[in-house]
């Protein structure tokens, strides 16, 4: 069965401190993606990374960056420097291959709420 | 990438009424998927909605309750039917093609009273 693991409901930080936000998965599939979104309280969703199954290179994108271990069925995100404005929750969502192709729905972990104050 | 425009953004019920959500996608996708989120929950997906062909409903998730339809490639509306202060959630659709992102519309906040 499918399965995103976030086992951080909440984490509150300082400003400038690193804060790392893990996401466990589980599937069957060999074929799969791993994408990560932040909600901040406006509730939009917004996309921060996409990664494919075949790709374990670490990504960096400014002040965050993603450690994905196929090893440990593992995908965390840590945010370098956090800021008061990282402060929203981060979902963690897996994505399978279906036959036609067409896109799959996400499956989402519960969520990490991430504080940050100054 | 796709846009996507959700319709209300926001909506306050009465209980027992039914409330339709719109969603219009700037391109033409072959799938598109519908979501709730709970008050602190994650997302969970309702539905698939396939143009030309009856939504594929998750389990918990029944048509009579949220019929959805999908009348071409860059629409489908959900409807929440007899509504109780329980389905006070965000509704969200979403699009997804294998070799992009998935996109999300702006949701719509629901609260019935």
């Known amino acids: 069965a499918q399965k995103v693991t976030q086992a951080q409901t909440e984490i509150s930080v300082v400003e400038k401190e690193d804060v790392t936000l893990d996401c466990v998965y589980e599937?069957?599939?060999?074929?799969?993606?791993l994408f990560w979104y932040k909600q901040p309280p406006s509730g939009e969703l917004v996309f921060l990374i996409r990664?494919?199954?075949?790709?374990?290179q670490n990504e960096i994108s400014g002040r965050y960056s993603w450690n994905f271990q196929k090893s440990t069925s593992s995908f965390n995100f840590t945010i370098t420097a956090s800021q008061v404005v990282d402060s929203a929750v981060y979902f963690c969502?897996?994505?399978?291959?279906?036959?036609?192709?067409?896109?799959?729905?996400?499956?989402f972990g519960k969520g990490t709420t991430l504080s940050v104050s100054s | 990438s796709a846009v996507i425009s959700q319709k209300p953004s926001r909506d306050i019920c009465q209980r027992g009424t039914s409330l339709t959500i719109q969603c219009q996608v700037d391109?033409?996708?072959?799938?598109m998927f519908w979501y709730r989120q709970q008050p602190g929950q994650s997302l969970t997906l309702i539905a698939t909605?396939?143009?030309?062909?009856?939504?594929?409903?998750e389990s918990g998730f029944v048509i009579d309750k949220f019929p959805i339809s999908r009348p071409n490639l860059t629409f489908s509306t959900l409807t929440v039917s007899n509504m109780s202060p329980e389905d006070s959630s965000i509704y969200l659709c979403?699009?997804?093609?294998?070799?992009?992102?998935?996109?999300f519309g702006q949701g719509t906040r629901l609260t019935v009273v």
């Open positions: 990664r494919n199954s075949f790709d374990e």
């Open positions: 979403s699009v997804a093609s294998w070799d992009s992102e998935a996109f």
């Open positions: 909605a396939n143009q030309g062909s009856e939504a594929t409903y």
């Open positions: 969502a897996l994505s399978e291959k279906e036959w036609n192709q067409a896109g799959t729905a996400l499956i």
């Open positions: 391109s033409q996708v072959t799938m």
């Open positions: 599937t069957r599939d060999t074929t799969y993606y």
